[in-house]
């Protein structure tokens, strides 16, 4: 994850930008966001969401809204997941993809009914999603509308998240499974929209609410987390939680040059449904096979990957590093590679150019870490 040094006045603040201050926050310009990459340390962060629970500021995301009549029809077409199986209250995560394969974004749609969605993206990438959508819906009757100033996002992830969260709703959450969703729902008398989904491999939630919201239900989280070990987590733990349970980052593991196919997302692609953006594509990569695939490596020397770090063997480059890192719950040196087809079978041998020396690693299983959601 890179972050950019700019003068705060250039970056847009999110609603709770005052809390991470207050709360001694490390702010970092993160795609032009004011967000917090630490609080009390990144480890000690990640660790506090793997045993306890997490608070995320994940405001800057962005929010598109599709309506109408061919709305299931369009973002059927849109995205390479079979949307068609969606009911109303459920999730789906999907990539959305170029005629020629490659990733315009990955995304969660949300589905009040088969004439109204709310799609979620990227930051990064929000004005290339809305434009491209705006583009690609001119043949369907539909209206999409970038409503991104019009939501906040807190996310609380961790195994304690479900109790912390229910002492502040009369809502059963234990009835809530993973990748649903309650619109209008109070959460510390504050009406929102509860999702039980995330980003770090653990179970949690996602509150979307007014901005104007965002501080007091930050507050209260808090509070009713303060003695289970609830904390404050910034953009760094973030990342290392993601990366253990091997969840793409846009950019890395998944861009407009890596299909995904290549980054072993082929659940998410439904060849056999009707026409989408991509299929074509993406049905002759799988029928000829392909090349190149995302794999996953520990460090057996001592040395820590970065995103971009050449992949050899036997002193020929065989691939590039997408994430890497020391992950925290594991207490290893592991990467994310996207490797040359013949070099992704476990127990392969290369090295990881770090800083002009070859380190050795090994393919190992993915994901890392086991994901705990709730089922």
Not at 118 to 136: G, H, M, P, S, T
Not at 221 to 228: P, S, Y
Not at 285 to 307: C, D, F, N, S, T
């Amino acid at each position: 994850m890179k972050y950019e040094k700019r003068e705060e006045r250039e970056m847009r603040k999110t609603p709770l930008y005052e809390k991470h201050v207050a709360l001694g926050g490390r702010v970092v310009d993160f795609f032009g966001w004011a967000l917090p990459v630490q609080y009390s340390g990144i480890v000690e962060e990640h660790l506090a969401t793997r045993k306890a629970a997490g608070l995320f500021d994940v405001s800057h995301m962005g929010e598109i809204t599709v309506e109408g009549k061919d709305a299931l029809k369009f973002i059927n077409y849109l995205v390479t997941n079979d949307v068609t199986k969606l009911v109303p209250g459920k999730v789906m995560y999907s990539p959305m993809c170029y005629e020629h394969g490659g990733v315009v974004d990955d995304l969660l749609i949300y589905m009040y009914d088969e004439n109204r969605f709310l799609l979620v993206v990227n930051a990064a990438n929000k004005d290339k999603d809305y434009q491209w959508i705006v583009d690609k819906s001119k043949k369907f009757d539909v209206k999409a509308e970038d409503v991104s100033d019009s939501y906040a996002q807190i996310a609380i992830q961790g195994p304690k998240a479900e109790g912390i969260l229910q002492k502040l709703t009369d809502v059963a959450l234990d009835e809530m499974k993973f990748y649903t969703f309650k619109d209008r729902v109070s959460v510390g008398g504050v009406d929102l929209l509860l999702s039980r989904t995330g980003y770090t491999g653990e179970d949690g939630f996602e509150l979307y609410l007014l901005p104007g919201d965002a501080g007091h239900i930050w507050d209260e989280l808090l509070k009713a987390g303060k003695e289970e070990g609830l904390v404050p987590a910034g953009l760094g733990a973030r990342d290392t939680l993601r990366f253990e349970a091997c969840l793409p980052l846009y950019g890395q593991e998944l861009s407009e040059d890596i299909t995904p196919l290549e980054a072993g997302l082929g659940f998410f692609v439904k060849l056999s449904k009707e026409d989408f953006i991509g299929r074509a594509s993406l049905l002759e990569q799988k029928e000829k096979g392909l090349k190149r695939k995302i794999a996953g490596l520990e460090m057996v020397e001592k040395g820590v990957p970065r995103h971009g770090y050449e992949v050899k063997s036997q002193g020929k480059s065989v691939g590039v590093i997408t994430s890497g890192s020391y992950a925290p719950s594991l207490e290893k040196y592991l990467a994310l590679a996207l490797l040359d087809i013949d070099y992704v079978e476990i127990g392969r041998e290369v090295h990881v150019d770090i800083r002009g020396k070859d380190r050795l690693a090994k393919v190992v299983e993915t994901p890392f870490y086991k994901r705990r959601y709730k089922k």
